[in-house]
């Protein structure tokens, strides 16, 4: 029982190179959800997506984008990676129940933009 | 948004139990309380969540006011691996697109 899944686990990449980050689940939830946890600042929701074909923007979605073509995929891009957008990366998902539903996430990405 | 307060930290000897409050006076009727908790380098997990009543499962139980202005997190008989940081949020339970705001939590140190 896989769950939430998370790839890769740890990067490092240079300014302006783009990056993405993949998260894959087995559950078949129709919720997805990126979040960023920076020192300070908790968690932040950057993006989210209730289906497949169908994604919406969080609190801090600028300098991502995200697709979601398969149910169990939600992959996060970052164009033009910089600086400020060193953080861990969590990758959450929840069922049919909207985003009241509990919501079980990865085991994070550790991102570092040099 | 309704928002909750949270002490930063609190410290709790192992084996005994532990009250984590939350204070929410702001709340809204159709609010649920959700706590969810981080334990050091994984992702956040859900613990547990109310309405109106006490609730209880196998990790903690959840104890709400009258006034539902406030709760309390109790894990029975703590353990080392609890060591952890505790989220308590406001959901609305009549917004299916309310989405989950993170304080910055409590942590919870646990003393052997």
């Given at each position: 029982d896989a769950g939430i899944t998370q790839s890769p686990r740890y990067k490092i990449t240079e300014t302006g190179r783009q990056v993405t980050l993949m998260c894959h689940q087995?559950?078949?939830?129709s919720y997805m959800f990126w979040y960023r946890q920076d020192l300070g600042h908790g968690l932040r929701l950057i993006y989210y997506s209730a289906a497949a074909d169908i994604t919406d923007k969080g609190e801090v979605p600028d300098g991502y984008v995200v697709s979601r073509s398969k149910t169990e995929n939600f992959p996060l891009t970052l164009e033009s990676a910089t600086r400020s957008q060193t953080s861990v990366y969590f990758c959450a998902s929840s069922g049919?129940?909207?985003?009241?539903d509990t919501q079980y996430f990865g085991p994070g990405t550790r991102l570092t933009v040099l | 948004d309704a928002k909750t307060t949270q002490p930063n930290s609190m410290e709790s000897n192992e084996e005994e139990p532990v009250h984590l409050p939350c204070n929410h006076?702001?709340?809204?009727?159709?609010d649920y309380i959700h706590w969810y908790r981080q334990l050091p380098s994984q992702g956040p997990e859900y613990v547990i969540h109310g309405l109106t009543s006490n609730v209880n499962n196998r990790m903690a139980s959840l104890a709400i006011a009258e006034d539902r202005k406030s709760s309390t997190l109790i894990l029975h008989r703590a353990t080392l691996r609890d060591a952890a940081v505790y989220y308590c949020i406001l959901r609305d339970?009549?917004?299916?697109?309310?989405k989950i705001i993170f304080g910055k939590g409590t942590r919870l140190h646990i003393l052997p």
């Open positions: 087995t559950w078949s939830h049919t129940g909207g985003l009241t | 006076s702001t709340i809204s009727g159709t339970g009549m917004n299916r697109d309310d």
